[in-house]
T-cell receptor, first 116, second 115 residues
Framework: DSGVTQTPKHLITATGQRVTLRCSPR?????VYWYQQSLDQGLQFLIQ???????AKGNILERFSAQQFPDLHSELNLSSLELGDSALYFC???????????????FGPGTRLTVL | EDQVTQSPEALRLQEGESSSLNCSYT??????LFWYRQDPGKGPEFLFT???AGEEKEKERLKATLTKKESFLHITAPKPEDSATYLCAVQGSSLGYSSASKIIFGSGTRLSIRP
């Protein structure tokens, strides 16, 4: 158990809908990362938040957005869903996330999103 | 551009047959190289961080080593429970803060150990 929690575990929805995925980082970690992993694909970095502020952006679609709240939990919002958005979405957290330091990331169990 | 390449894509071994997985990287100023294990449908599990060339770390049947261009994950006398996908990732230095903390993942090596 990494200490990172994600809800829900599974989500089934229809095309065009909007969903919200939730992540709670390990106690004391300030940084949260979101990744997408499609079937037989590698981990694709989406976005990082550090202590409430956006820190780095990867291949995140405009239909997707995220935020980190004062209690450091984070939410990933996916809208206008398409069939191709079906994937595992992982959240990871690290103690640091700024310019200095090495950011060992600890992953949550993931949310499996199925778009029908 | 930072890049991570893992080989082979898949590896099938007999129980007890030792081997190595390779991770080649190109990064501007390596801060850290990470190894993860991922079971199907689960989140990656952190294994090791290596910081500089020459460094080695061990955990049970796994040993990770690092040179200036690549890292190896050596598996000694593997057991069926070692079957998983092993991911390598790097974090580099950058003048711009927007990418300083990003980690680049390789596509992984799918390891299968037959009893």
């Amino acid at each position: 158990d990494s200490g990172v929690t994600q809800t829900p575990k599974h989500l089934i929805t229809a095309t065009g809908q909007r969903v919200t995925l939730r992540c709670s980082p390990r106690s004391g970690d300030l940084s949260v990362y979101w990744y997408q992993q499609s079937l037989d694909q590698g981990l694709q970095f989406l976005i990082q938040y550090y202590n409430g502020e956006e820190r780095a952006k990867g291949n995140i679609l405009e239909r997707f957005s995220a935020q980190q709240f004062p209690d450091l939990h984070s939410e990933l919002n996916l809208s206008s869903l398409e069939l191709g958005d079906s994937a595992l979405y992982f959240c990871a957290s690290s103690a640091k996330g700024g310019l200095a330091g090495v950011n060992e990331q600890f992953f949550g169990p993931g949310t499996r999103l199925t778009v029908l | 551009e930072d890049q991570v390449t893992q080989s082979p894509e898949a590896l099938r071994l007999q129980e007890g047959e030792s081997s190595s997985l390779n991770c080649s990287y190109t990064v501007s100023g390596l801060r850290g190289l990470f190894w993860y294990r991922q079971d199907p449908g689960k989140g990656p599990e952190f294994l090791f961080t290596l910081y500089s060339a020459g460094e080695e770390k061990e955990k049970e049947r796994l040993k990770a080593t690092l040179t200036k261009k690549e890292s190896f994950l050596h598996i000694t006398a593997p057991k069926p429970e070692d079957s998983a996908t092993y991911l390598c990732a790097v974090q580099g230095s950058s003048l711009g803060y927007s990418s300083a903390s990003k980690i680049i993942f390789g596509s992984g090596t799918r390891l299968s150990i037959r009893p």
